[in-house]
């Protein structure tokens, strides 16, 4: 299995480098999953998914599934976006260890990290997720699980709306072949129920969505950005991990995903709020310059429309 290298991992990657995720429909056709998995550091592997959106192509792998390998089992992030994308990752796990999975974790209530919750289930695995991505798979799993079925046509065969069987609110502890592994709910940020899992001992967090480097991230009508912001700044940046793997795009170190995160978050609240006390309207507020961040895979697609909502919640605060 291929290692990143220490100094790949440290320096951090130029966003759009060596990924050309927006180009390559699948960087491992013999599998359901986009690319196959890598070592990021010792015992912790990461299948990199595409940073474009979820397509046909690449079987909806466009995030990062993670695992965790210790003495007395297996510890899988992300379900994956259906039954088979699950089946392709639990094929690479078998190729790495003998030890069986015992847990699932979905990093937040979007498709991509819970409609393979059924095949892990099916394996007497249990899953464990925020309370608040349960409340979002309840409320909106069909709508999901339809959206899925659209764009992966008959690979969506086999999956079906499966709710993690275990919760948390604030954090959960496991502490599995003598390694501790703290499954934590910083605060609000992306989207609701966002978790990240983080290892002490080995200075690694599988961050999810709350951290962004490769691609724009999404702003949604109900993400609170300087909600985000407060997270960020007064949680995670304590935590300090030397490595860092976000929920899209290769594994990196905390000053990338601070700046394509963070800075992004607070470059384009002072753009609109700029907007707002010039007495821009809402029209307006699309054009405001995010050049800076032209850059990123993804940006034709959500720049606007992160500009929108900003300028909605801001407009009131």
């Given at each position: 299995?291929?290692?990143?290298?220490?100094?790949?991992?440290?320096?951090?990657?130029?966003?759009?480098?060596?990924?050309?995720?927006?180009?390559?429909?699948?960087?491992?056709?013999?599998?359901?999953?986009?690319?196959?998995?890598?070592?990021?550091?010792?015992?912790?592997?990461?299948a990199i998914g595409a940073t474009a959106p979820p397509t046909y192509e690449n079987s909806g792998h466009?995030?990062?599934?993670?695992?965790?390998?210790?003495?007395?089992?297996?510890?899988v992030v992300n379900a994956g976006a259906s039954s088979r994308l699950a089946a392709a990752l639990h094929d690479e796990i078998k190729a790495v260890t003998d030890q069986p999975v015992v847990l699932v974790i979905n990093e937040n209530g979007q498709g991509h990290a819970m409609l393979g919750n059924g095949y892990w289930r099916d394996q007497g695995v249990d899953?464990?997720?925020?309370?608040?991505?349960?409340?979002?798979?309840?409320?909106?799993?069909?709508?999901?699980?339809?959206?899925?079925q659209r764009y992966n046509r008959d690979k969506a065969e086999g999956s079906r709306v499966e709710h993690a069987n275990l919760s948390f609110e604030d954090q959960y502890e496991v502490t599995l072949g003598g390694v501790d592994i703290k499954v934590l709910h910083l605060g609000p940020a992306h989207d609701p129920g966002d978790i990240q899992v983080w290892i002490p001992e080995w200075e690694i967090m599988i961050a999810g969505d709350i951290a962004f480097h490769e691609r724009m991230l999404p702003i949604f009508d109900y993400t609170c950005t300087s909600?985000?912001?407060?997270?960020?700044?007064?949680?995670?940046?304590?935590?300090?991990?030397?490595?860092?793997?976000?929920?899209h795009g290769h594994p990196t170190n905390l000053a990338q995903v601070r700046r394509y995160t963070l800075d992004y978050?607070?470059?384009?609240?002072?753009?609109?709020?700029?907007?707002i006390d010039e007495g821009g309207d809402l029209a307006g507020s699309y054009y405001v310059d995010q050049d800076r961040w032209r850059n990123?895979?993804?940006?034709?697609?959500?720049?606007?429309?992160?500009?929108?909502?900003?300028?909605?919640e801001m407009e009131w605060e």
């Amino acid at each position: 299995m291929k290692r990143i290298l220490i100094a790949f991992t440290l320096a951090g990657i130029g966003a759009g480098a060596a990924t050309a995720s927006e180009d390559i429909a699948d960087q491992y056709p013999q599998s359901e999953l986009y690319s196959k998995p890598v070592e990021v550091i010792p015992h912790v592997f990461s299948a990199i998914g595409a940073t474009a959106p979820p397509t046909y192509e690449n079987s909806g792998h466009n995030n990062n599934l993670s695992f965790i390998v210790t003495d007395e089992g297996v510890i899988v992030v992300n379900a994956g976006a259906s039954s088979r994308l699950a089946a392709a990752l639990h094929d690479e796990i078998k190729a790495v260890t003998d030890q069986p999975v015992v847990l699932v974790i979905n990093e937040n209530g979007q498709g991509h990290a819970m409609l393979g919750n059924g095949y892990w289930r099916d394996q007497g695995v249990d899953v464990l997720a925020h309370v608040d991505a349960i409340a979002e798979t309840t409320e909106n799993g069909d709508f999901i699980f339809q959206g899925m079925q659209r764009y992966n046509r008959d690979k969506a065969e086999g999956s079906r709306v499966e709710h993690a069987n275990l919760s948390f609110e604030d954090q959960y502890e496991v502490t599995l072949g003598g390694v501790d592994i703290k499954v934590l709910h910083l605060g609000p940020a992306h989207d609701p129920g966002d978790i990240q899992v983080w290892i002490p001992e080995w200075e690694i967090m599988i961050a999810g969505d709350i951290a962004f480097h490769e691609r724009m991230l999404p702003i949604f009508d109900y993400t609170c950005t300087s909600c985000w912001i407060e997270t960020w700044e007064t949680a995670l940046e304590p935590l300090a991990p030397t490595y860092v793997i976000p929920g899209h795009g290769h594994p990196t170190n905390l000053a990338q995903v601070r700046r394509y995160t963070l800075d992004y978050l607070v470059d384009l609240r002072e753009k609109i709020g700029a907007h707002i006390d010039e007495g821009g309207d809402l029209a307006g507020s699309y054009y405001v310059d995010q050049d800076r961040w032209r850059n990123l895979d993804t940006f034709d697609e959500l720049a606007t429309k992160n500009a929108g909502r900003v300028f909605a919640e801001m407009e009131w605060e």
